[in-house]
């Protein structure tokens, strides 16, 4: 059964970069050919697509934070990570990494979610 | 990018009764060339990730009960619970996957009245 897992810091200073990674198990990323993503949610609020990342490497990237985020996979580790840099307050959410439902498609609604973690940002 | 809007904000719905959440997209996720509507629901608990219910816009994940049912078409789009259950009461959000960059809704709080 396919899991996801986040992991990384729980809390980041203003200005620095958050870098989550999402651990993979029960199917292998660069067998699978599947899209993965990274979705947040500041607590109490709704949902914020940040991007997605094909096992061969290929980015979509949200442009409102598109300057600030690369999204990268390492398929020798099972794991696809985050990296959002210059955060301020505005980044404190719950950030969830997930899996497009269909095969080696894009354009599909996410069937796999990980727990979430939440990243707070503040001095 | 395209903007989803849902309503009600809220909804109190008795125990057994039917609730009705729509939502609206700013274009149209209707892809021509398959005759698909590019159009998920997600479902989400207190403490927990958003759970898939729908794609396709009318396309029940599996697992699903089948008291939850989508609709719609272009841009209007419909989550129907037919028959409340307790265990019903969550967040729901719409989200399009027609073009990047992907949007949710604001979500609609469902609860039991």
């Known amino acids: 059964q396919l899991q996801l897992q986040e992991s990384g810091p729980g809390l980041v200073e203003p200005s620095e970069t958050l870098s989550l990674t999402c651990s993979v198990s029960?199917?292998?990323?660069?067998?699978?050919?599947?899209?993965w993503g990274w979705v947040r949610q500041p607590p109490g609020r709704g949902l914020e697509w940040i991007g997605t990342i094909f096992y061969s490497g290929n980015t979509y990237y949200n442009p409102s934070l598109k300057s600030r985020v690369t999204i990268s996979v390492d398929a020798s580790k099972n794991q696809f990570s985050l990296n959002l840099n210059s955060v301020t307050a505005a980044d404190t959410a719950f950030y969830y990494c997930?899996?497009?439902?269909?095969?080696?498609?894009?354009?599909?609604?996410?069937?796999?979610w990980g727990q979430g973690t939440l990243v707070t940002v503040s001095s | 990018d395209i903007v989803m809007t849902q309503s009600p904000d809220s909804l109190a719905v008795s125990l057994g009764g039917r609730a009705t959440i729509n939502c609206k997209s700013s274009q149209s996720v209707l892809y021509n060339s398959n005759n698909k509507n590019y159009l998920a629901w997600y479902q989400q608990k207190p403490g927990q990730p958003p759970k898939l219910l729908i794609y396709?816009?009318?396309t029940r994940e599996s697992g699903v009960p089948d008291r939850f049912s989508g609709s719609g078409s272009g841009t209007d789009f419909t989550l129907t619970i037919s028959s409340l259950q307790a265990e019903d009461v969550a967040v729901y959000y719409c989200?399009?996957?027609?073009?990047?960059?992907?949007?949710f809704g604001q979500g609609t709080k469902l609860e039991i009245k």
């Open positions: 029960g199917d292998s990323i660069s067998s699978s050919r599947y899209y």
């Open positions: 997930a899996r497009v439902r269909e095969l080696a498609t894009l354009y599909d609604a996410f069937d796999i």
């Open positions: 989200q399009q996957y027609y073009s990047t960059p992907y949007s």
């Open positions: 396709w816009a009318s």
